[in-house]
């Protein structure tokens, strides 16, 4: 009896999330976003009640002038959805806000090295995950996810999220049961050695070399490409493409076209 009051509960939330935007709303996210081909109608559903869900949950903040429609908002709901399609909402938790700015930001922030030197954050950013704290995005780099460049803000910071589920954003979020982390470690320490290489000798590289900052933002990187251009990281590196469809339980390469 719980359980079924429970899941009516759940459902009722959902049905309530889902009727905030119009079938216009869904059509013009949709449209915006080429990652979401190939879907079929069930996961289209999922998909859809997570992105309402997702944004009930967390507070979208718009900054220093950001006007955002409910399609718009939308764009940022199905994206950040998307990773956690076989996961569930439950990834996310312990966090609750969203902030856009219309264009790269520069956090406002400041902290004092062990030598007592006070530092002031002057990096100009397209998007930031905090620890128990919010998601930043620009919406100027979340509407470049109508390209599928294999760059997406949207996935990039929401992967960060998902990596500091046990911790710091160091590469290696918590893997499921069954999945190795000698394995993980493995693959993503040998492409991230490539990369890094390539990087070095001012060589093209598959994906972003940005990819080559840190453990943690090769994971990033590499779920952006993941989801945007599986084809391609299949390609340079199957070893990482089989450990996050481990992870993601996902497989974008089976139903989206190469570009």
């Not at 359980?3 to 079938?23: E, F, K, P």
């Not at 507070?59 to 998307?82: D, H, M, P, Y």
């Not at 590289?205 to 490409?225: L, Q």
Request: glycine fraction near 8%; charged fraction near 20%; charge should be negative.
């Amino acid at each position: 009896m719980l359980r079924s009051l429970v899941g009516w509960w759940h459902q009722r939330i959902a049905t309530r999330a889902l009727a905030r935007y119009t079938q216009a709303d869904w059509e013009h996210a949709w449209r915006a976003l080429p990652l979401l081909q190939g879907l079929d109608a069930a996961q289209t559903e999922a998909l859809r009640t997570l992105a309402a869900l997702f944004l009930q949950h967390k507070a979208v903040e718009e900054v220093q002038g950001t006007r955002l429609t409910n399609a718009e908002r939308l764009t940022i709901g199905l994206q950040a959805a998307l990773p956690v399609l076989y996961l569930g909402l439950d990834w996310y938790r312990g966090w609750y806000s969203v902030i856009v700015y219309p264009e790269a930001f520069v956090p406002e922030r400041e902290w004092v090295d062990a030598d007592g030197v006070v530092w002031v954050e002057s990096e100009v950013k397209s998007g930031e995950a905090w620890q128990h704290g919010p998601v930043i995005l620009s919406w100027a780099d979340v509407q470049s996810g109508s390209e599928r460049d294999g760059y997406n803000v949207v996935i990039h910071e929401l992967a960060h999220k998902l990596d500091m589920r046990n911790g710091d954003a160091n590469g290696h979020p918590p893997l499921h049961a069954g999945m190795s982390s000698a394995s993980w470690a493995r693959e993503l320490g040998a492409a991230y050695a490539d990369l890094s290489r390539r990087v070095e000798g001012g060589e093209e590289t598959p994906i972003d070399p940005y990819a080559a900052e840190s453990p943690g933002e090769f994971f990033a990187v590499c779920s952006e490409a993941f989801f945007e251009v599986p084809h391609l990281l299949r390609s340079e590196y199957p070893g990482v493409y089989a450990q996050l469809g481990a992870f993601y339980k996902q497989d974008p390469a089976a139903r989206l076209e190469p570009v």
